[in-house]
């Protein structure tokens, strides 16, 4: 007799998913989503992304690629969120609270709200749990993160990512729920170590871009990423992040896709910044404010974070990328292993 063989994960049966955002990964998430199954509303401030998903594109955020159908998408916030059973929150993480205090009213109470942005905040350096739990503060808080871009999601490119949330049950339903053929998740209950992962390795990312843009070498890259890594690790564990988490896929997982191609917008924004390109204009890198905020923590918190700290320096202006390496490289010696 033959055995039926059945998939890792049972097909869940279809939530009501929101979408909250109009770029790249809401637009690519939304797919995700209706590949697993789900029925999806998508909420994007601009009329004209919504026309364009409408027609089975959005051309801005994901050129080239043909979407399918089946995503209902609207400007009317209230809308996407009426009667969903979770919520996928997509903007940039420095416009995360402006997008939460319009939704606010409209999320049901007690369904999952899952951050899908990389970032801390800039000016208050919350993490975007954080955000949520002031404005949300009857949902729970998750993340959906890891080596991912959108336009691979998109298309349908087989990616693993990690769900997080502190509590792991809910960690590991909402992995089965959106896990798809080409779309693997895993679960942890280390909230804060995922998004710290994520937001840390966009400014590595810049760093990276830079380093290849100035021509400083494949050596000086493998360099910056190992110590980079380390100045990571040294940040999430003040956060109380576990470093298992930390070498995993929203960890090293990211930050070795990101330093290492120029589809990454963060990496190409440091490619302009190393080849004294123009910046004005570029499509977002979180890591930009992200660099400015993580060297302040770092630096009120006596983290030794000696990358992080140049590039937001070399961002705001205050020192040349040459200037940064001449300090990186002559810094007093020690023992590798000294975290
Ligand atoms: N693009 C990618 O490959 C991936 C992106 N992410 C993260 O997802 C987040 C969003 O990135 P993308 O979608 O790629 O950016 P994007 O630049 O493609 O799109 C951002 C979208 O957010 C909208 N937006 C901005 N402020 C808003 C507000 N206050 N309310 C509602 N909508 C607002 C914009 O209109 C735009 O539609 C970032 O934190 C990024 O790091 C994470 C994984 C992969
Ligand atoms: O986070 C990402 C992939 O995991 C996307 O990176 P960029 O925002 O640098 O394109």
């Given at each position: 007799m033959t055995e039926l063989v059945t998939s890792g994960h049972e097909a869940p049966s279809g939530w009501r998913v929101?979408?909250?955002?109009?770029?790249?990964?809401?637009?690519?998430?939304?797919?995700?989503?209706?590949?697993?199954?789900?029925?999806?509303?998508?909420?994007?401030?601009?009329?004209e992304t919504v026309a364009a998903i409408d027609r089975g594109e959005n051309p801005r955020y994901l050129p080239g690629i043909a979407l399918q159908p089946g995503i209902v998408a609207t400007t009317d916030i209230a809308a996407a969120l009426?009667?969903?059973?979770?919520?996928?929150?997509?903007?940039?993480?420095?416009?995360l609270r402006a997008m939460l205090a319009a939704a606010r009213h409209h999320v049901p109470s007690?369904?999952?709200?899952?951050?899908?942005?990389?970032?801390?905040?800039?000016?208050?350096?919350?993490?975007?749990?954080?955000?949520?739990?002031?404005?949300?503060?009857?949902?729970?808080?998750?993340?959906?993160?890891?080596?991912?871009?959108?336009?691979?999601?998109?298309?349908?490119l087989p990616t693993a990512v990690v769900v997080a949330a502190r509590d792991a049950d809910l960690a590991a339903d909402l992995a089965a729920r959106f896990s798809a053929e080409n779309l693997r998740c895993y679960s942890s209950?280390?909230?804060?170590?995922?998004?710290?992962?994520?937001?840390?390795?966009?400014?590595?990312?810049?760093?990276?871009?830079?380093?290849t843009g100035a021509k400083l070498g494949a050596s000086a890259q493998a360099a910056m990423v190992t110590r980079g890594f380390?100045?990571?690790?040294?940040?999430?564990?003040?956060?109380?992040?576990?470093?298992?988490?930390?070498?995993?896929?929203?960890?090293?997982?990211?930050?070795?896709?990101?330093?290492?191609?120029?589809?990454?917008?963060?990496?190409?924004?440091?490619?302009?910044?190393?080849?004294?390109k123009p910046?004005?204009?570029?499509?977002?890198?979180?890591?930009?404010?992200?660099?400015?905020?993580?060297?302040?923590?770092?630096?009120?918190?006596?983290?030794?974070?000696?990358?992080?700290t140049a590039v937001a320096a070399i961002l705001d202006g205050t020192v040349t990328i040459g200037q940064a390496v001449t300090a990186l490289m002559t810094r007093p010696l020690k023992t590798e292993t000294d975290i």
């Open positions: 929101a979408v909250l955002g109009g770029g790249a990964w809401g637009t690519a998430l939304a797919l995700a989503m209706l590949r697993a199954g789900h029925f999806v509303r998508l909420y994007a401030r601009d009329p009426d009667g969903a059973d979770c919520v996928l929150a997509v903007a940039p993480a420095q416009a007690g369904i999952p709200l899952v951050l899908c942005a990389k970032g801390i905040e800039r000016d208050t350096g919350a993490l975007l749990s954080a955000i949520v739990e002031e404005a949300l503060p009857n949902n729970p808080v998750a993340a959906l993160s890891g080596p991912s871009f959108a336009t691979d999601v998109a298309r349908g209950d280390d909230l804060v170590g995922v998004e710290i992962g994520g937001a840390l390795k966009n400014v590595f990312a810049i760093a990276a871009g830079a380093v380390v100045e990571l690790r040294r940040i999430g564990a003040a956060f109380g992040a576990r470093p298992e988490t930390l070498m995993g896929l929203s960890g090293l997982g990211d930050l070795l896709l990101t330093c290492s191609s120029a589809q990454s917008r963060n990496f190409a924004y440091g490619l302009a910044l190393g080849q004294g910046l004005a204009g570029l499509p977002l890198a979180e890591g930009v404010p992200t660099a400015a905020i993580a060297a302040r923590l770092a630096a009120e918190r006596g983290i030794d974070a000696p990358i992080i």
